[in-house]
């Protein structure tokens, strides 16, 4: 009587593997655009035989469902982990460089080459008719446009800098938010799995969490075993590095902070940066992610004072800087290298012309005092002479502060367009300044036109470096992503056959307990009737 009654009992566990199974499917299906989601699969297998009493063998019990798992390809997972880091980095510099790029505005009708051809052409006319006050003041107009370029330039990459500062200081906070919620994740995990089974669900957000993670800072990821549990099954902790140091491990959280810096990393930095590091107070080493690209673009300065070894916007606030520094001393001073050995020479400048009313001495360019109001030249030069005292009061004039003088500014007459004796027509020293523009010695790069190409094409080559560079790392990114989601994903066409296939093994075990029921009808109510 009991082993008819059996039957019955192998019948119901074929019933409860299939509906288990369709649970899964069911599922699967509600998650098919959940993000980060694994397709989760029944680990079926045979239930423990009984072996007969007459020693003829072993007695099949069925079928039971004894896990639940999520279809997942950890080698996947620590690729596409290795790979964000880099496509963070460079797709953050990738925007930022464009960004740069629209400040300079070259080429266009109101970039730098168009503005210093404008300021040249009116210098040329100039000396077609030095006494002419119209072109006399279009001189003065043009030198403030061309200014006035430089310090708009200067201000923008400031204003750029002090956003990328502002980004900066919210990546660390986004970076901190994700590893609190990897935090409590780990112990809601740990405590979901200290019975044998696996948080299928729980994993899936975590490992959802740590690729968002990837793309901001360089991690390692790993779950490693430290142990057994009282029920035999491995003690698993979760543990994420960087640079490696412990940010996340297992229960424990090392927050990064951003701090002030005390003294500037560079002279063109705005005030304020942040450094980032621990919050134990211990250096950080950030070696990706897009962190490490804002961080770049923010500081770099091509080496120097221990920046990064990347041209950000501290080099092109330098090389701007070094641009109206050069430019004016030559227009100014008539300090140049005209022969190209390496020496600088102190020829006429406009300093040393006269203006239309016999004015000597007078600087085109100062820079900008307090109110936003140019200095005069002898409060810009302040009595230096010399030629290594008067080179000391061009170290601060800057792309920002960049002026036209007071004295230009106040009378356009006193722009020195004659030489030595100022006799009507006089124009010697115009023709020096003019023979300014084509002076390939001035700069290493050569003319001035020649400088600031250079710096454009420098950036213009950096931008396209970081647009391939992120493009070719996310077609990399996306492969791994597709390789995941092949693996990972849920397939509604595949989880249709297996529902069919799971509804046709229910319904054969229902049909299976109606023939039992039938069998025990028979056995119990008709036999021997």
């Known amino acids: 009587m009991r082993e008819g009654f059996f039957g019955l009992n192998v019948a119901l566990r074929g019933l409860y593997s299939a509906q288990r199974n369709l649970d899964i499917i069911n599922h699967n299906l509600n998650n098919v655009n959940t993000p980060g989601y694994s397709r989760q699969v029944a680990e079926q297998v045979a239930s ?62 109101s970039g730098f080459t168009t503005i210093m051809n404008e300021f040249f052409s009116a210098l040329q006319e100039l000396a077609k008719d030095p006494a002419s006050p119209a072109v006399r003041s279009l001189v003065r107009e043009k030198g403030v446009t061309l200014a006035k370029y430089f310090n708009s330039t200067a201000a923008h990459l400031e204003k750029l800098q002090s956003d990328l500062n502002n980004r900066i200081y919210t990546k660390v906070a986004e970076i901190n938010s994700l590893g609190a919620q990897i935090q409590q994740l780990n112990r809601q995990i740990y405590i979901a799995e200290l019975d044998g089974n696996t948080a299928n669900d729980l994993r899936d957000q975590r490992t959802l969490l740590v690729d968002k993670l990837s793309k901001l800072i360089n991690i390692e990821a790993n779950e490693v075993v430290v142990g057994k549990l009282p029920n035999g099954a491995d003690d698993r902790h979760f543990v994420i590095t960087i640079s490696g140091k412990a940010f996340i491990d297992h229960f424990d959280l090392t927050k990064l902070e951003a701090v002030h810096r005390q003294t500037k990393l560079n002279p063109e930095d705005v005030d304020n940066l942040y450094d980032i590091r621990w919050e134990d107070g211990n250096s950080l080493d950030i070696r990706g992610g897009e962190l490490k690209g804002y961080l770049d673009v923010r500081d770099g300065n091509d080496g120097l004072n221990g920046s990064p070894l990347y ?219």
Request: glycine share 10%.
């Open 48 to 109: 423990r035989p009984i072996p007969l009493s007459n020693g003829t063998g072993m007695l099949g019990t069925g079928s039971e469902v004894i896990a639940v798992k999520r279809v997942r390809d950890e080698y996947l997972d620590f690729k596409y982990w290795s790979e964000a880091v880099t496509y963070g980095e460079w797709d953050a510099k990738r925007i930022v460089l464009a960004d740069m790029e629209a400040v300079f505005n070259e080429p266009s009708g």
């Open 311 to 529: 041209k950000g916007i501290a080099y092109y606030q330098r090389k701007l800087n070094e641009f109206v520094r050069t430019l004016a001393k030559a227009f100014n001073e008539g300090y140049i290298d005209i022969d190209g050995d390496g020496v600088i020479d102190d020829i006429d400048g406009h300093a040393d012309g006269l203006g239309l009313r016999g004015s000597t001495g007078i600087r085109f360019f100062t820079i900008l005092g307090t109110d936003d109001v140019p200095l005069s030249s002898a409060e810009f030069i302040n009595g230096a002479t010399g030629m290594a005292q008067v080179s000391e009061r061009y170290e601060a004039m800057t792309a920002k502060n960049f002026a036209v003088s007071f004295d230009i500014m106040n009378d356009y007459n006193t722009i020195a367009a004659a030489g030595p004796g100022g006799e009507a027509g006089n124009i010697e020293n115009l023709n020096r300044l003019l023979s300014l523009r084509h002076n390939k010695y001035m700069f290493l790069e050569g003319a001035p036109e020649d400088f600031m190409k250079s710096l454009v094409t420098t950036l213009g080559i950096d931008s396209q470096q970081a647009m391939r560079i992120c493009d070719n790392q996310e077609i990399v990114v996306k492969q791994v992503e597709n390789r995941r989601l092949s693996v990972s994903g849920v397939s509604i066409d595949e989880e249709l056959a297996n529902l069919v296939k799971y509804q046709y093994a229910y319904n054969a075990a229902a049909k299976m307990i109606n023939v039992m029921v039938e069998v025990y009808d028979t056995l119990i109510n008709r036999l021997g009737l």
